[in-house]
């Protein structure tokens, strides 16, 4: 099967620009690419930081945006979201009698798990106890390999400003996974703003290029606690699933640069 991994697109209400680039018009962009090329996904998710503000006014247009989809869509949320607006304009969404928006949905020959890690008034994530208990309950009782999709890491990657915003505290993540990691075949995350690809404790992982702004390549730790932000290429990743093995391809969706035939031997 085919899916579709969209990230933080930041949307603003009024349809506002926002670091110098237009959140709406490059979701639009997207999602106008996602129909000509890939209607034949047969879902969408998107991991987090929907909006920037939490605005009610974002998340009516976020979906309109979405409208043309031919696929369902899955959400979840960022640490830039609104948990009661977000409520209020997608009430479909599945959430735990506690609030969280945490919920499974088969995926092709996966179950995928989609994870809630915001801290309300944090930028950093967050995951209790009562959060890792509905996940270790889903990850004992499948029956099939598991792919899992959360917004904050729970792992350093390198840039010093977004790892002092991951996960904080995930002793309650790691020990929900604890003896499940051969189960867990991807995880699929957002926040960075970049594209990022590794394994940790064994499972593969990847992060893409959000939809409107991103985070600059600066490695280690200069001291500053400011995020460096660029205008590279907004991007979505198209994943192919099969039982055998996950393949993410990182579409960058505003690329016009020439295509050609590459003839071998000259």
């Given at each position: ?5 969209l990230?933080d697109?930041?949307?603003?209400e ?6 110098g ?7 639009e962009?997207a ?7 890939h209607?034949d ?5 998107i ?9 009610p ?12 989809l031919?696929m ?19 009430p479909?969404a ?13 995926l ?17 994530g ?10 270790r ?5 499948a029956?099939?390999?598991v ?10 990657v ?8 991951a996960?904080?505290?995930?002793r ?19 926040h ?7 394994s940790v ?8 290029r ?5 985070v600059a390549l600066?490695l280690?730790?200069?001291?500053s ?9 907004p ?5 192919l699933?099969?039982?055998e093995?996950v ?7 505003l690329?016009?640069s ?9």
């Amino acid at each position: 099967m085919k899916f579709i991994h969209l990230t933080d697109t930041h949307l603003v209400e009024h349809g506002g620009d926002l670091f110098g680039t237009n959140p709406r018009t490059r979701l639009e962009q997207a999602v106008a690419h996602i129909c000509e090329h890939h209607a034949d996904a047969e879902a969408l998710v998107i991991t987090g930081d929907l909006t920037h503000l939490g605005q009610p006014g974002a998340y009516a247009a976020l979906r309109e945006c979405l409208e043309p989809l031919p696929m369902p869509v899955h959400t979840i949320l960022g640490n830039h979201d609104g948990r009661e607006n977000y409520r209020r304009f997608f009430p479909e969404a599945p959430r735990m009698p506690e609030g969280f928006v945490q919920y499974a949905r088969p995926l092709g020959e996966y179950l995928a798990l989609f994870l809630d890690t915001q801290d309300p008034g944090e930028h950093w994530g967050a995951f209790c106890e009562t959060r890792a208990c509905w996940l270790r309950e889903q990850l004992q009782a499948a029956d099939r390999p598991v792919v899992l999709f959360m917004h904050h890491p729970f792992f350093p990657v390198g840039i010093a400003s977004m790892d002092a915003l991951a996960l904080r505290e995930p002793r309650h993540f790691l020990a929900a996974i604890a003896g499940h990691e051969a189960r867990i075949r991807h995880i699929f995350m957002g926040h960075i703003h970049r594209p990022i690809f590794g394994s940790v404790r064994g499972m593969p992982f990847s992060i893409l290029r959000g939809t409107n702004h991103q985070v600059a390549l600066v490695l280690g730790d200069d001291g500053s606690n400011d995020i460096l932000g660029s205008h590279e290429p907004p991007q979505y990743g198209v994943v192919l699933l099969d039982a055998e093995q996950v393949v993410v391809h990182a579409e960058d969706y505003l690329d016009r640069s020439d295509r050609f035939y590459l003839h071998a031997y000259g």
